[in-house]
Nanobody, 125 residues
């Protein structure tokens, strides 16, 4: 079974940094999109960044462009989200997710993702 497990969340001050990690056990990276999503209290879950496991550059939500960087290490089945310049409005539970993709188009909606981790909390104050 595929399992996604996030880590690296925590509490930081405004302007601080955090690095989230996600290990995707038993996932064939080259055939999947991987994404980071977040859900703040009282709000819907939203996409943060997406990347094709087989290569290419990530897609970012406008709200995080220039501050967040998503990377992948296919040899380790890991994806990362480096978050710099954190703001209080970034406070949310962050989720790692994956979906099958053959052509490498990883700019989809949250509803398209079928595999999800349990999430890790990020709090910025």
């Amino acid at each position: 079974d595929v399992q996604l497990v996030e880590s690296g969340g925590g509490s930081v001050q405004d302007g601080g940094s955090l690095r989230l990690s996600c290990i995707a056990d038993n996932l064939t990276f080259g055939h999947h999109c991987l994404g980071w999503f977040r859900q703040a209290p009282g709000k819907e879950r939203e996409v943060v960044a997406q990347i094709f496991g087989g290569g290419g550059t990530p897609n970012y939500a406008d709200s995080v462009k220039g501050r967040f960087t998503m990377t992948r290490d296919s040899a380790k089945n890991m994806v990362y989200l480096q978050m710099n310049g954190l703001k209080p409005e970034d406070t949310a539970k962050y989720y790692c997710a994956a979906r099958y993709e053959f052509y490498g188009n990883c700019d989809g909606r949250e509803s398209e993702y079928t595999l999800w981790g349990q999430g890790t909390q990020v709090t910025v104050s």
